[in-house]
């Protein structure tokens, strides 16, 4: 009977977790501006993807994407974010190797956040590049850069034993 009382809580934690991670690589972006990157969003999704998993990472990746998009930036602000913490939290999940969330966020931001952004900039945007290849080379430093610094962040929280604690308040 407990633990069916204390389930919305812990589902209440995720979606707190998610909203606070989404607004935290909101604002980052926002007043740390790069031109043609975001590397404080693929931070952001290297820790989403390992405490969350791929779907509440994903949904704060969507979330800061919007309001992203509703302060003026493209159609990439969604499309270069979602496949990152998606790929890497599903690596994570299957291994338990903090490194291939950075190698699923490059992966899935450098390459199928890219080549997703292509079509989506040519139709909405009319963008006149004649490559699908077009944007792998803005997105991936971005995603290299910023999934880095997540993961020292989390190697850091996993040395120090808070990772594993975290974890483990979020699941149980």
């Known amino acids: 009977?407990?633990?069916?009382?204390?389930?919305p809580l812990f589902a209440t934690r995720k979606l707190?977790?998610?909203?606070?991670?989404?607004?935290?690589?909101?604002?980052?972006?926002?007043?740390?501006?790069?031109?043609a990157m975001a590397p404080f969003q693929h931070f952001v999704d290297v820790?989403?993807?390992?405490?969350?998993?791929?779907?509440y990472g994903f949904a704060?990746?969507?979330?800061?994407?919007?309001?992203?998009?509703?302060?003026g930036r493209t159609i990439q602000a969604v499309t270069g974010a979602i496949f990152g913490p998606i790929l890497g939290g599903l690596l994570y999940r299957k291994t338990?190797?903090?490194?291939?969330?950075?190698?699923?966020?490059?992966?899935?931001t450098?390459?199928?956040?890219?080549?997703a952004s292509y079509p989506l900039m040519r139709l909405f945007y009319g963008l006149d590049a004649q490559s699908p290849f077009y944007y792998i080379p803005?997105?991936?430093?971005?995603?290299?850069?910023g999934g880095a610094m997540g993961l020292a962040v989390v190697l850091i929280l996993k040395r120090s034993g808070v990772l594993a604690r975290m974890q483990n308040r979020l699941e149980a």
């Open 60 to 71: 704060a990746a969507l979330l800061c994407g919007i309001l992203r998009m509703l302060s």
């Open 16 to 35: 707190v977790l998610t909203a606070l991670l989404a607004c935290l690589s909101f604002v980052l972006c926002t007043f740390v501006y790069f031109p």
């Open 138 to 145: 803005f997105y991936t430093p971005s995603a290299m850069v």
């Open 96 to 108: 338990k190797n903090v490194w291939l969330v950075w190698v699923g966020e490059v992966v899935g």
């Open 110 to 115: 450098g390459f199928c956040g890219a080549m």
């Open 1 to 7: 009977m407990e633990k069916t009382e204390t389930k």
């Open 47 to 55: 820790i989403a993807a390992v405490l969350l998993g791929p779907w």
